[in-house]
């Protein structure tokens, strides 16, 4: 399994967008990205998920370079509801589990 | 549609005693995950079940922890005898069969219970 790294922690304020960066130089060719978040007191929840490129929907977007040994969540225009743990994960679905790290802790600031 | 249920939200117990956790999975879903969270990290996937069959069950304590999944549907997690590092709030997820097929690593995860051993 590649091993990711992320920030600790990032701090921001309502109606800026945030990028949080995920660094994951050994993945492997079948392996997808994806990103979950964790409010306090509840399970994750799937965000989003990229092979490469771009990937966006509702609610996030990912930016995957064509080296893919990181990626970037895009948040755009956070509110303070986004206030919440982000996980970055890859791996290849159907062939090994998700292994979660520390992750990153988002505040959202008024 | 229904989220994934699971019970109780909390519990209290002192070490050496049993506890039991049940899952419900969202209706249709084949893939069950029980993970572990200790405050300040990540889940721990303790144990995958395909159906009623058991796809990865590595990081399962099972001297001390068991699971089952009667029937392909609910989902119990049992701990016998209690230790205080089993303190953490033990999640229940489950993941459609077709998500295989879609390359997604897409589950849904219920609010988990929070075990105390004292």
Redesign the interface.
């Known amino acids: 399994l590649a091993k990711t790294t992320q920030p600790i922690s990032m701090d921001s304020y309502e109606g800026q967008e945030v990028n949080i960066t995920c660094s994951h130089n050994n993945i492997a060719t079948n392996d997808?990205i994806?990103w979950y978040q964790q409010f306090p007191?509840?399970?994750?929840?799937?965000i989003i998920?990229g092979?490469k490129t771009k990937v966006t929907n509702e609610v996030a977007s990912l930016f995957i370079p064509a080296d893919r040994k990181s990626s970037t969540l895009s948040l755009p225009r956070v509110s303070l509801s986004d206030t919440a743990v982000y996980?970055c994960?890859v791996?290849e679905?159907?062939y090994s589990?998700?292994?979660?790290?520390?992750?990153t802790m988002l505040l959202v600031s008024p | 549609e229904a989220g994934v249920a699971q019970s109780p939200r909390y519990k209290i117990i002192e070490k050496r005693q049993s506890v039991a956790f049940w899952c419900n999975p969202i209706s249709g879903h084949a893939t069950l995950y029980w993970y572990q969270q200790i405050l300040g990290q990540g889940p721990k996937l303790l144990i995958q079940f395909q159906n009623n069959g058991v796809v990865d069950d590595s990081q399962l304590p099972k001297d001390r922890f068991s699971a089952e999944r009667l029937k392909g549907v609910d989902s119990t997690l049992k701990i016998q005898p209690a230790k205080l590092e089993d303190s953490a709030v033990y999640l229940c997820a489950s993941s459609s069969s077709l998500v295989l097929t879609r390359s997604s690593y897409e589950q849904y995860f219920g609010p988990g219970t929070r075990l105390t051993v004292t």
């Open positions: 997808y994806t007191s509840q399970g994750p929840r799937f998920q092979y996980y994960l791996g679905p159907g589990t998700l292994t979660f790290g520390k992750g």
